[in-house]
């Protein structure tokens, strides 16, 4: 089983920037998409950016500009710039990974969460 862990979270005043990182540790061939979720106090978890093995990158339609999100295969690293920070970006950060073990079979990984909270 791949291990997430995420850093970079915290507390940050409207217009501001953060930066968070995932790191996966375990054994195994290949990782697919990277992704990064949110949710916020009683909404549904929300896809906010991913980023496939080719480079390729979507984004939720209310970060757009604002977000960006990048990979490192050869460290098997996922990060997410955020700048412009707006209040309602206040949520609990995931970090996801789909990823093929050297058997070819396809699993997925979730982080533990770390906690964006941006103040007016």
């Known amino acids: 089983q791949v291990q997430l862990v995420e850093s970079g979270g915290g507390l940050v005043q409207a217009g501001g920037s953060l930066r968070l990182s995932c790191a996966a540790s375990g054994s195994m061939f290949s990782i697919n998409t990277m992704g990064w979720y949110r949710q916020a106090p009683g909404k549904q978890r929300e896809l906010v950016a991913a980023i496939i093995s080719g480079g390729s990158t979507n984004y939720v339609d209310s970060v757009k500009g604002r977000f960006t999100i990048s990979r490192d295969n050869a460290k098997n690293t996922v990060d997410l710039q955020m700048n412009s920070l707006k209040p309602e970006d206040t949520a609990v950060y995931y970090c996801?990974?789909?990823?093929?073990?050297?058997?070819?079979?396809?699993?997925?990984?979730w982080g533990q969460g770390t906690l964006v909270t941006v103040s007016s």
């Open positions: 996801k990974m789909t990823y093929r073990l050297y058997n070819y079979r396809t699993l997925e990984s």
